[in-house]
């Protein structure tokens, strides 16, 4: 089948099977779509049609807005996370306060009661050795002397020092 580049009119032919190829004309390099028919000039008039030009990259303009907002979205997202970043700092700094006023409170609470104890373990101490002295006076008590007196007043004191 034949036909002529709609650009420089060079003939040229090619398979039937090639109806809708793209060729490359030989003269000119212009891409074509081969035509379902012949030309006229070769048998009827039949319109070829250019294949149409690639279509343009992006416009640069259209690149940079995209790239703009891109670069905006990750700023928006980093101010955001570092305000989270923030708010989380405050939160663990009052924490932390919050957990050194506990933690005074609860060691001068156990100052108190470590003294506390010490005060007492004294007491105690001086109570036993006391306790000690009135028993051994106890036994010692003279058989002649009118016992109950005696007796009971020493015991009520040993009972008072327990
Ligand atoms: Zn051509």
Request: charge should be positive; aromatic fraction near 4%.
């Amino acid at each position: 089948m034949k036909f002529r580049c709609l650009r420089c009119s060079q003939k040229i032919g090619v398979e039937d099977h090639a109806i809708g190829v793209v060729i490359v004309c030989p003269t000119c390099a212009e891409r074509l779509i081969v035509p379902p028919r012949p030309d006229s000039e070769f048998v009827e008039e039949i319109p070829v049609t250019l294949v149409p030009p690639a279509p343009p990259a992006a416009p640069p303009n259209l690149a940079r807005q995209l790239m703009t907002r891109l670069v905006e979205g990750l700023i928006f997202q980093r101010n955001h996370m570092l305000e989270t970043q923030n708010a989380a700092a405050e939160q663990i700094a009052a924490m932390e306060q919050r957990v050194a006023v506990i933690q005074t409170k609860l060691q001068r609470r156990l100052a108190y009661y470590e003294e506390r104890i010490e005060t007492l373990e004294a007491e105690n101490y001086l109570l036993q050795h006391r306790n000690k002295q009135l028993l051994k006076q106890v036994k010692q008590v003279p058989l002649g002397t009118p016992p109950r007196m005696a007796r009971s007043r020493l015991t009520d004191e040993v009972l008072l020092g327990a």
